[in-house]
């Protein structure tokens, strides 16, 4: 099969193109034929080598999936080959999805959304489990409360958006000028430039100088350390970036905030919460580029440019591709 490699850490030229065995599928596990994938920060982080302890090289990286299944190991009962099947595979525990085909643990595998195409359904499994696990299960986001998405033009933030108006919340958004249209066709009430305006003004002003419930940071900075100015007594924080950020807390403790970081963790039930919302017409992935496997450099290039202008997410088309023989 064809798979980008990383052989050594560094820029998106790492990434090479070879031929690879195709993985057999284990007592429980699933072989699915990748359709598509995407691009998230957690992988140039991975390829620049941010986590060198993690990851064995040669490796096979890549954390979303939507594809067929191809074959089924010993044991397996919820999945039959022909299945359409969505997932994201384990972090740092095993091979990823750059390749044309990926095997993994039935128990995280899901049926696809019938009306997403794989695309869109790549799009969607780690950043719409993230969102799932920071509003929902760290959160705990009610009906009626609000919350203020960090970057909700990116591609946790576009699904944080829906979700949290899909549970009932007001929903305040931080985008640049170019992505204001954008947030408010997600369903955001309050879209705030926050090139132009100080988004804690705003909560305040706009709050009667309650704040919100919730803060989800997905962009990281100084969100921390002033996310608190904007936030109502008892709220929560939640933010799922790793990069050093002030700390000065002080505010947060006065308002006796609790503060959440999260790592997404796997499993089925999640991606059926997804497939639900979905169905209802209250979640829609965004994609905002497509590249082809050969191509991944390029995806990984655009998504670490500051300011790209891409709305939603970048995915990759897994196509036949020129092959270097390894």
């Known amino acids: 099969m064809k798979a980008m490699l990383l052989k050594a850490f560094g820029g998106p030229d790492a990434f090479e193109l070879h031929d690879v065995p195709k993985p057999l599928p284990q007592a429980g596990q699933v072989l699915v034929r990748v359709h598509a994938t995407s691009i998230n920060p957690l992988d140039y982080q991975i390829r620049r080598g941010d986590y060198p302890d993690l990851v064995s090289l040669p490796s096979i990286t890549g954390h979303d999936v939507s594809g067929v299944v ?13 299945d359409e099947v969505w997932y994201t595979p384990q972090i740092f525990d095993g091979a990823g999805s750059y390749a044309e085909y990926h095997v993994a643990a039935e128990t995280i595998i899901g049926k696809k959304p019938p009306s997403l195409s794989h695309l869109e359904a790549a799009s969607l ?50 985008v640049r000028e ?8 997600l369903g955001a009430d309050t879209v705030i430039d926050y090139e ?19 803060v989800f940071d997905t962009i990281g900075g100084n969100t921390l350390s002033r996310s608190p100015d904007a936030l109502a007594q008892l709220g929560r924080i939640v933010t799922i970036v790793d990069i050093a950020q002030p700390q000065n807390l002080v505010q947060a403790w006065g308002k006796n905030a ?3 970081f999260v790592f997404t963790r796997q499993n089925r039930g999640k991606l059926d919460e997804l497939s639900a919302l979905v169905a209802r017409g209250q979640l829609r992935p965004h994609v905002g580029a497509v590249f082809s496997l050969a191509d991944l450099p390029l995806a990984h290039k655009l998504l670490e440019t500051p300011n790209n202008g891409v709305q939603g997410k970048i995915v990759i088309d897994v196509r036949p591709s020129i092959v270097t023989p390894v």
């Open 258 to 260: 609790s503060i959440h």
């Open 178 to 185: 170019t992505n204001v249209e954008f947030a408010r066709s």
């Open 125 to 174: 499994t780690l950043v719409g489990g993230t969102a799932w696990e920071a509003l929902v299960t760290r959160a705990a986001l009610r009906v009626g409360e609000s919350i203020l998405v960090h970057g909700g033009a990116g591609g946790v933030g576009h699904v944080a958006i829906q979700m949290a108006k899909a549970m009932g919340a007001r929903v305040f958004t931080t």
């Open 70 to 82: 191809e074959a089924v190991g010993p044991g397996v009962t919820a999945f039959t080959p022909g």
């Open 196 to 214: 132009k305006e100080d988004y804690v003004d705003v909560i305040l002003r706009e709050t009667a100088g309650h704040g919100v419930d919730v």
